[in-house]
């Protein structure tokens, strides 16, 4: 579904031109949940950037269902942190969430039938006719949701999409979004500062450090499901990889264990992708901070 292959970008030109990312390669499939975490400024939202056809890369390749990405891809949505600056203030939830299918459909009628669909998804049925202001934090958040579900999107980019949110709210809006992903299948790609909530929403989590932002793993999460936020984070599998995550982000890769040893939790099947899906790279192995 999404490949990217040998990624670099670069901000500026010449003496002062900043290599952002580089020798980023990820395949994920269809209906996956890959979690993207890493420190601040390594490069996680200039990667989703490129991948929603926002800026151009100065090396390497993105396709979405086999399609060279050079402009915005079909069937792609983004959610970002700041719901507030991405719901326009003077229009309605029913029609801020309306607002882009104006491109693909012409009649009102079909477009505000089908927000209404989308804010019931997202448990917001009650609230169409109100304005952004009038909603908390967390259901603006939904609503801004419900906006990415109306497009009936095959790909999902989610860049911290529950930074501003409390910790309630949070974990609800992480169960959402699990729930969408199973009814309607859609690939998503979710970058998050939080570690518990990458191993949480996971299939994958891709640990990104820099500078330049480079992958530093890529590790299968094998937790049951449905994942439950009591249950699922107090196994011990849950644990053990939330601390291997913690680990890589500070840059202490497991006190130089590979995390690809046989273990229950992290796997290296590449079932669908055709890599390796869990993987630590050499620094990381090495256990250098590289962060
Ligand atoms: N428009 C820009 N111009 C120049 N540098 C930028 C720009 N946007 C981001 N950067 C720099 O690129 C690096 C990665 O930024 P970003 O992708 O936002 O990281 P993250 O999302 O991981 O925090 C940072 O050093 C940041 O300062
Ligand atoms: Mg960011």
Avoid at 132 to 138: A, E, F, K, N, R
Avoid at 186 to 194: A, E, G, K, N
Avoid at 203 to 227: K, N, S
Avoid at 229 to 248: M, N, S
């Amino acid at each position: 579904m999404l490949e990217v292959t040998d990624l670099m970008y670069t901000y500026g030109r010449g003496d002062g031109a900043h290599m952002v990312l580089d020798g980023i390669s990820l395949q994920v499939a269809r209906g996956e949940l890959v979690a993207i975490v890493g420190p601040s400024g390594c490069g996680k939202s200039t990667l989703l950037r490129c991948i929603a056809g926002l800026q151009r890369p100065a090396r390497g390749t993105i396709t979405v269902n086999g399609t060279v990405v050079h402009e915005v891809p079909e069937g792609l949505a983004v959610v970002f942190q700041d719901y507030s600056r991405s719901l326009y203030p003077w229009l309605s939830v029913r029609d801020n969430v309306a607002l882009p299918l104006h491109r693909s459909q012409p009649r009102r009628a079909v477009r505000r039938e089908t927000a209404l669909r989308a804010l019931a998804a997202v448990g917001l049925s009650d609230t169409a006719h109100h304005y952004p202001w009038q909603l908390s934090g967390g259901m603006q958040q939904r609503a801004a949701i419900a906006r990415a579900l109306a497009c009936d999107p095959v790909l999902l980019l989610m860049d911290e999409p529950f930074g501003s949110v409390d910790a309630q709210t949070r974990e609800d809006l992480e169960d959402l979004v699990l729930g969408l992903r199973r009814d309607r299948g859609i690939t998503i790609l979710l970058v998050t500062h939080d570690i518990d909530e990458s191993v949480y929403t996971g299939d994958r989590v891709v640990v990104l450090t820099g500078a330049p932002g480079h992958i530093r793993a890529d590790l299968a999460v094998q937790l049951p499901e449905p994942r439950d936020q009591i249950t699922t984070r107090e196994l011990p599998a849950f644990v053990h990889l939330r601390a291997e995550v913690g680990r890589l982000v500070r840059g202490r890769a497991g006190h130089g264990r590979p995390i690809t040893s046989p273990q229950h939790l992290v796997t290296g099947t590449g079932q669908t992708s055709g890599t390796p899906r869990a993987f630590l790279d050499s620094a990381a192995q090495n256990s250098e901070d590289r962060c």
